[in-house]
């Protein structure tokens, strides 16, 4: 059974000094919100990812998915200067479906993504997609190459031809409020190949004339 994480900020985790992006920004949220961190490793054994030439029970992947846990746990500690309210759990289950459970109950859930192998962004980007598309919170995905920033940034909020989703607005300019930065609501959209044609042609008469 999934421990619950009550107004917790989630944070998937794969091992020490892979994830410190991640950690960063989910330091960064629970210090200005006051919230408890949860560190999850989800694990699967051999027989779940039919894995050739891996032969681990679950009671082996479970420790050693304990092990990993731990030591995320002491990295974001340091991170923290030791003062940090947070727990580390290891969890079995695929990825993106232990973060969607937990999000039930989480105020936010961060993925750190990286610039990584096609094999790793496939991974990783099945695990943010996955997060991101079921999840019942706002979803983070992180660079790797993300730090803390002191002066104020910009929310950017992506929005359909109606102005919505409302909850997308909601989560900008929430996350707006929280740290002082700005706003700026962006909607883009493809013309048709009709309406591109027509104004390709209407582009080269008037050149000519």
């Known amino acids: 059974m999934i421990e619950r994480a009550d107004g917790a900020v989630v944070v998937g985790v794969t091992g020490r000094g892979r994830d410190t992006a ?3 920004l989910a330091l960064d949220v629970a210090r200005r919100e006051e919230a408890e961190v949860l560190l999850v490793h989800a694990f699967q054994d051999a027989s779940a990812t ?3 030439g891996y032969a681990l029970s679950h009671e082996q992947a479970a420790k050693i998915a304990g092990t990993v846990a731990e030591e995320v746990s002491e990295e974001y500690a340091a991170l923290a200067g030791g003062a940090a309210g947070h727990r580390a759990v290891a969890v079995p ?3 993106a479906r232990v973060l969607v459970e937990l999000s039930a109950y989480a105020r936010l859930v961060v993925v750190q993504h990286s610039r990584a192998t096609a094999l790793g962004r496939l991974f990783v980007g099945s ?3 996955g997060a991101a598309a ?3 919170c706002p979803v983070v995905s992180v660079n790797e190459d993300w730090e803390p920033v002191t002066a104020p940034g910009e929310v950017v909020v992506g929005v359909h031809a109606g102005g919505g989703p409302v909850e997308v607005l909601e989560a900008g300019f929430a996350w707006a409020v929280a ?3 700005s706003v700026r609501v962006v909607h883009a959209w493809r013309l048709d190949t ?4 027509a104004c390709r042609d209407a582009s080269t008469r008037a050149s000519t004339v």
């Open 22 to 24: 991640a950690l960063r």
């Open 50 to 52: 039919d894995l050739p």
């Open 134 to 136: 079921h999840a019942s």
């Open 179 to 181: 740290t002082g930065a």
């Open 93 to 95: 289950g695929i990825p």
């Open 127 to 129: 695990t943010v997609n």
């Open 194 to 197: 009709t309406t591109r044609e």
